[in-house]
Nanobody, 127 residues
Framework: VQLQASGGGLVQAGDSLRLSCAAS????????MGWFRQAPGKECEFVAA????????????YYADSVKGRFTISRDNAKNTVYLQMNSLKPEDTAVYYC?????????????????WGQGTQVTVSS
């Protein structure tokens, strides 16, 4: 699985951005797709994920507490693409955002559990 993230940029606090991640592969719908982020000097942290569907089970979304109510993750299986809509952005959201993937429908929030990573896209929120 190859992942290509895009959509980062420089915005002001309160603005919105939408990140996109295009994935290769024919079984995109069976993969859990997610986003992690890493700010300078900080650990990589889970942001959001939408689980894959296996045997008709899956498709749920889950979020880090820090972004709940502001960020929305979604996927378009016909386009092999996952999106992260980020609203009400704060300076503390500034980070490099990475698109990630793993096969299956289990809930996973640890970076080591995702074997596939995109190249990262920078999001900078000014105050």
């Amino acid at each position: 699985v190859q992942l290509q993230a895009s959509g980062g940029g420089l915005v002001q606090a309160g603005d919105s951005l939408r990140l996109s991640c295009a994935a290769s592969g024919r079984t995109f719908g069976t993969y859990t797709m997610g986003w992690f982020r890493q700010a300078p000097g900080k650990e990589c942290e889970f942001v959001a994920a939408v689980s894959g569907v296996v045997s008709g089970i899956g498709g749920s979304t889950y979020y880090a507490d820090s972004v709940k109510g502001r960020f929305t993750i979604s996927r378009d299986n016909a386009k092999n693409t996952v999106y992260l809509q980020m609203n009400s952005l704060k300076p503390e959201d500034t980070a490099v955002y990475y698109c990630v993937a793993r096969y299956g429908n289990s809930r996973r929030v640890t970076s080591s559990e995702y074997p596939y990573w995109g190249q990262g896209t920078q999001v900078t929120v000014s105050s």
